[in-house]
Structures are given as structure tokens and as C-alpha cells.
T-cell receptor, first 112, second 119 residues
Framework: DSGVTQTPKHLITATGQRVTLRCSPRSGDLSVYWYQQSLDQGLQFLIQ???????AKGNILERFSAQQFPDLHSELNLSSLELGDSALYFC???????????FGEGSWLTVV | AQKVTQAQTEISVVEKEDVTLDCVYETRDTTYYLFWYKQPPSGELVFLIRRNSFDEQNEISGRYSWNFQKSTSSFNFTITASQVVDSAVYFC????????????????FGKGTHLIIQP
């Protein structure tokens, strides 16, 4: 158990819909990262927050947004969903940049 | 830009054989961190090791060992006396120096090596 908690574990939704994925980082970790894993793109870094502020952005679509709350949990919002958004979405956390990054079990999103 | 190459897409060996997974990286950062993660069939990503760019000592942990060679930009992973439970996809990853480096702090992953250990 990495200590990073993600909900929901599985989600099936229709095209055009919006979903929210939730992440609780390890106790004491200030940095939260979101990654997308798909068969064709592999593991892609989406976005990072550090202590509530956006720290770095990767290959995140404009239809996706994220935030980190004062209690350090984070949410990834995916809107106007397309079939190609079907993927495994990971949340990860670390104390700070450069330290070990621990991953949650992932949220499996299927868009039908 | 950072890049991680895992040239071996899939490796299949018989149990008890030794196997080495290759990882080659590219970065312009002077301070960076290298990682290996294991992804078993259940899907989670399990942290195995983290190494910073200033520490070129090899590391051994049980049946696992890692060889970091800055001169060849490689960070290879060897499993000795492989077991069926080692079957998984293994990812090598790279991150920059955080506040001292440029670009994203997130991990850049290789495509992964699917390791199959046959009984």
C-alpha cells in the first residue's frame, strides 16, 4: 500500500459527459501529480500541484483541469469526454520535487 | 527535453534465469533523478528504486540490482534468479532537478518492458 488513495477505482461513462477523479496524497506529501496511462500513449505526465499551487504542466488537454485543496487532496476533472480518453489515471505524491514519487492504484475510466 | 528509452519491449525467460532490463535516458539537467517502477497485472505502479544523478554507486536489494552509468546515460536493472512473481511491466523514469532544473517536475517514463517469467 503506497498510502496514496484514489477514487473511484472504476468508472464507465458516456461520451460528452464530465467526471471527477479524486486523490488523497500520502500523509505529509505536499506534491501531487496526475498521470494518464493509455495503450497508445503510454504513461503521460498531466499536471503537478505543490501545496495548493500549480507547479508544472505536461500533456494535459484543455478539456481537463485539476486543483489541489487546502487539505492537500486533489481532483482531476475531465469534461466533454471522448472515446480516446479511456485510460488508467494515476495520482501520485511526494514530499517535494526530486523525492520518491508514490502512486495510487489508479482510476480506470472507460468512455462508451 | 527529457527522454527515456527502454528498447526491450518484451522479454521472456525461464524461472531462475537472470535477466537485465535496459534503460537509456537523455536530459540536459545537471541534477536529475532516475526511478524504476513495477506494474503487475493488477495495474498499480510499485516503486522499486530512486537514484540521483550524483550517486553512481550500484545498488543491490535482494535479487534486484541496479547499474547506473552516467558516462553512457544508462540505468539498467537486473533480476537474479527470476521468479514467476517477477512477471510484470517494468518502467524506467526520469525527473528533473525540481526547483533547480527546468521543465516539469513530473516523471518522464519509458515505454516499459514486459517481463514474462515462465515456470
Amino acid at each position: 500500500d503506497s498510502g496514496v488513495t484514489q477514487t473511484p477505482k472504476h468508472l464507465i461513462t458516456a461520451t460528452g459527459q464530465r467526471v471527477t477523479l479524486r486523490c488523497s496524497p500520502r500523509s505529509g506529501d505536499l506534491s501531487v501529480y496526475w498521470y494518464q496511462q493509455s495503450l497508445d500513449q503510454g504513461l503521460q505526465f498531466l499536471i503537478q500541484y505543490y501545496n495548493g499551487e500549480e507547479r508544472a504542466k505536461g500533456n494535459i488537454l484543455e478539456r481537463f483541469s485539476a486543483q489541489q485543496f487546502p487539505d492537500l487532496h486533489s481532483e482531476l476533472n475531465l469534461s466533454s469526454l471522448e472515446l480516446g480518453d479511456s485510460a488508467l489515471y494515476f495520482c501520485a505524491s511526494s514530499i517535494r520535487a526530486g523525492n520518491t514519487i508514490y502512486f495510487g492504484e489508479g482510476s480506470w475510466l472507460t468512455v462508451v | 527535453a527529457q527522454k527515456v528509452t527502454q528498447a526491450q519491449t518484451e522479454i521472456s525467460v525461464v524461472e531462475k534465469e537472470d535477466v537485465t532490463l535496459d534503460c537509456v535516458y537523455e536530459t540536459r539537467d545537471t541534477t536529475y533523478y532516475l526511478f524504476w517502477y513495477k506494474q503487475p497485472p493488477s495495474g498499480e505502479l510499485v516503486f522499486l528504486i530512486r537514484r540521483n544523478s550524483f550517486d553512481e554507486q550500484n545498488e543491490i536489494s535482494g535479487r534486484y540490482s541496479w547499474n547506473f552509468q552516467k558516462s553512457t546515460s544508462s540505468f539498467n536493472f537486473t533480476i537474479t534468479a527470476s521468479q514467476v512473481v517477477d512477471s510484470a511491466v517494468y518502467f524506467c523514469a526520469l525527473s528533473g532537478g525540481g526547483y533547480s532544473g527546468g521543465g516539469a517536475d513530473g516523471l518522464t517514463f519509458g515505454k516499459g518492458t514486459h517481463l514474462i517469467i515462465q515456470p
